[in-house]
Structures are given as C-alpha cells and as structure tokens.
C-alpha cells in the first residue's frame, strides 16, 4: 500500500480522501467525509459528499474530475455525509446514488437536526434504493449493510434519534451502507461512520466475502468512546484476518494515536 495526504492505493484500486475532519493544507478540511474509489476495470464511484463543497475543493486540488463519477453511495442520511450532494448539482449531471429508503428520515442528536434537506434534491439525482443486504454496484465493488448488531458494547448512540410514522425513536441506523472493493485476494471495506459498530461491519463483510480484509478504511465512531471500549474494539480487530486499517472521520483521536502504535501508514 502506498499513502500520502490523501491518497492510498493497494492493489489495483487507489483511494482519494476529499473530506476529513483532519487533512492537512493545501486540502481542505471539515467534520465529515468522502472517499473517491478509482478501481481498474471499474467505474469510478464516489462514497458520502461530506457536509459542505469542500470535497469538490479536495478533487479540484488533487486532480480528480468529479464529472467522470458514475456512481455515488451514500452511507447514511446524516449531514456530514450527504450534505455535500446539492454542491454536486452545479456539474449539471443526474448522477446515480445508491442508498436505502431510511436515509430519507428525519434526524436528530438530542434536538439538533442531524439529518439532510433531500425535498430540495429530489429532483436533481436519480435515487436508487438499496434493499437488499448485499448489492454489487460494478464488477468489483459493492455495498451492504446494515451490518447485524453481534454485540451489545457497539449499539449506536442513544441520542441519536429519526422520526418515522409521526414519532421519535432511537435511531438504529437501519440504513447504514458500507462499501467493499473486491480485489481478489482480498478487499477493502470502507465504513461511514460504523454506527453499528467497526467490529460488526468487519465481521459481517468477511461472512460475506470469505476473504481477508486487506485495508480497513473509514468512520470508526469511536470518538466519545471510554478507553476501555476502544482497547476491546482493538483487541478484537487485531484477532481478525485485516492487514492494513486507517481509522478517520469520527473514529477519535484516541484510537488513531492507538493504530498509530500497531501500523505504519
């Protein structure tokens, strides 16, 4: 795997963060995230558009004509992963955007509006709805979710509600897709912001896969974490098949300084 700022490639497919809460001048950044996939043989897919154009900035400044993506995934309904979608509407493109019908909620965090103005993109993207577990997306990349909550240490956040039929209830993030290139000895998983969990989403994807995660790369959600909880979560990522993990987003600087002990990016 090769890494600078922004960059990763592993195999034959190259990564390109255009939205971090951490990157570093001349790239923007801000609290949200997207991940331009670039896949040989692949159309190019565009997974979450960050909270403002500032992943639009990002391609701008590393090259990457946003134009050529065919397809774009949106990992769930929170603002810092689709709000960027109406800056996408200047390209004058109806793009493809995968996924499920639940990301259309209302949101909250307690009673702050978390979630996203879709009446104001209805018409400017061709909505695709996920409802299947797992969907093939291009030859070698896929989307899936929502990951099957194992364990009871990872529930989502209590303060994290939608309304749906007229009431507020506990968000469970039933539409939480994540997204895996198959590179034939392996994949790469990439995760939103693993509402339900980093270890469940991994397990999950290596059921369905078979095969060993080569990098694991996203939203961890582990930010407000305990140091107890991020330790297990380590623990247990260690004890699976994953070579190579770049936690970002709102993984937390705990578990970052954490990875930064165990791999070198």
Avoid at 29 to 55: C, Y
Wanted: include cysteine.
């Amino acid at each position: 795997m090769q890494n600078n700022s922004s960059s990763i490639t592993i195999g034959s497919t190259n990564l390109t963060i255009l939205c971090d809460d951490t990157l570093q001048p001349p790239l923007h950044s801000e609290h949200g995230f997207s991940l331009l996939v670039e896949k040989a043989g692949n159309p190019i897919v565009l997974f979450d558009t960050g909270t403002t154009d500032v992943f639009m900035k990002n391609a701008s400044t590393t090259g990457k004509n946003l134009t050529k993506v065919e397809y774009i995934v949106i990992s769930h309904g929170h603002y810092d992963h689709a709000g960027g979608l109406k800056y996408m509407t200047s390209f004058g493109k109806k793009f493809k955007v995968y996924l499920r019908q639940d990301a259309f909620l209302p949101k909250y965090s307690d009673d702050r509006f978390t979630g996203t103005d879709w009446e104001a993109l209805k018409d400017s993207f061709e909505f695709l709805i996920v409802k299947d577990k797992l969907i093939k997306i291009t030859n070698s990349i896929y989307a899936f979710g929502p990951a099957w909550m194992r364990n009871k240490f990872e529930e989502p956040d209590s303060n994290f509600q939608i309304i749906k039929n007229n009431e507020k209830i506990r968000d469970f993030f039933e539409e939480e897709l994540n997204l895996v290139i198959d590179e034939g000895d392996g994949i790469v998983l990439i995760t939103g912001c693993a509402h339900r969990g980093i270890i469940n989403i991994a397990q999950d994807a290596l059921e369905l896969f078979d095969k060993k995660i080569k990098l694991l790369i996203g939203g961890f959600h582990l930010y407000k974490s305990s140091e107890e909880k991020v330790d297990k979560a380590i623990s247990i990522l260690k004890s699976l098949p994953i070579e190579q993990i770049i936690p970002l987003h709102c993984s937390g600087e705990l578990i970052k300084k954490k990875f930064g002990m165990l791999y070198t990016f």
